[in-house]
Nanobody, 122 residues
Framework: QVQLIESGGGLVQAGDSLRLSCAAS????????MGWFRQAPGKEREFVAG????????GYADAVKGRFTISRDNAKNTVYLQMNSLKPEDTALYYC???????????????WGQGTQVTVSS
């Protein structure tokens, strides 16, 4: 079992930045690749960014490439999502998730946090 708790969401204006954090507890954090996903009202959950267990491999959705950066600190059992140049279309509930392999497919992630809301006003 892995427990995940997200934090750092909030209400910001377009162009602002936020950094989301996801603290993990339970089984060995380094056993898992980590991902960030988001879900806006009326839309399906979508992949935002992913990182391998050692941090050397990362991937991003086209919509956030160049603006968002995923990273992890295995000593702190924490994964981050730095979000710059935020847009109103980034508004969603953001989830972090853990998977035994690096993937962009949300169905392959076994453990999920409760989510943190990000709202970007125009």
């Amino acid at each position: 079992q892995v427990q995940l708790i997200e934090s750092g969401g909030g209400l910001v204006q377009a162009g602002d930045s936020l950094r989301l954090s996801c603290a993990a507890s339970g089984r060995t954090f380094t056993s898992y690749a980590m991902g960030w996903f988001r879900q806006a009202p009326g839309k399906e959950r979508e992949f935002v960014a992913g990182i391998s267990w050692h941090g050397s491999r990362t991937g991003y959705a086209d919509a956030v490439k160049g603006r968002f950066t995923i990273s992890r600190d295995n000593a702190k059992n924490t994964v981050y999502l730095q979000m710059n140049s935020l847009k109103p279309e980034d508004t969603a509930l953001y989830y972090c998730a853990a998977s035994s392999l690096y993937t962009t497919q949300h169905t392959q992630y076994a453990y999920w946090g409760q989510g943190t809301q990000v709202t970007v006003s125009s």
